[in-house]
Nanobody, 116 residues
Framework: QVQLVESGGGLVQPGGSLRLSCAASGRIFSIYDMGWYRQAPGKQRELVATITTGGSTKYTESVKGRFTISRDNAKNTMYLQMNSLKPEDTAVYYC??????????WGQGTQVTVSS
């Protein structure tokens, strides 16, 4: 079973930037459409960015123009560049399949806290 390991989170001031990484134990980025999800306290997990096997990207409205999803198939790694961070971006961020009827095992996620 493929394992997903998220990293790169931390505490950042409003307006700051972070780059998250998602390392996979297998070659999945050329097989599945993948995405970044986030879950804030007391809220449901939401999909915020998607990258298809063909390289097309899509973002939820609240992060458009601020977040950029990318991947490096050779490194089995996916990224989320987050700029102009806002307090409402505070959440635990996860990576996983973005489509289909099942998901890979969820990783532990990486905490992003935006606060002054």
């Amino acid at each position: 079973q493929v394992q997903l390991v998220e990293s790169g989170g931390g505490l950042v001031q409003p307006g700051g930037s972070l780059r998250l990484s998602c390392a996979a134990s297998g070659r999945i980025f050329s097989i599945y459409d993948m995405g970044w999800y986030r879950q804030a306290p007391g809220k449901q997990r939401e999909l915020v960015a998607t990258i298809t096997t063909g390289g097309s990207t899509k973002y939820t409205e609240s992060v458009k123009g601020r977040f950029t999803i990318s991947r490096d198939n050779a490194k089995n790694t996916m990224y989320l560049q987050m700029n102009s961070l806002k307090p409402e971006d505070t959440a635990v961020y996860y990576c996983n399949r973005a489509s289909g009827t099942w998901r890979l095992n969820w990783g532990q996620g990486t905490q992003v806290t935006v606060s002054s």
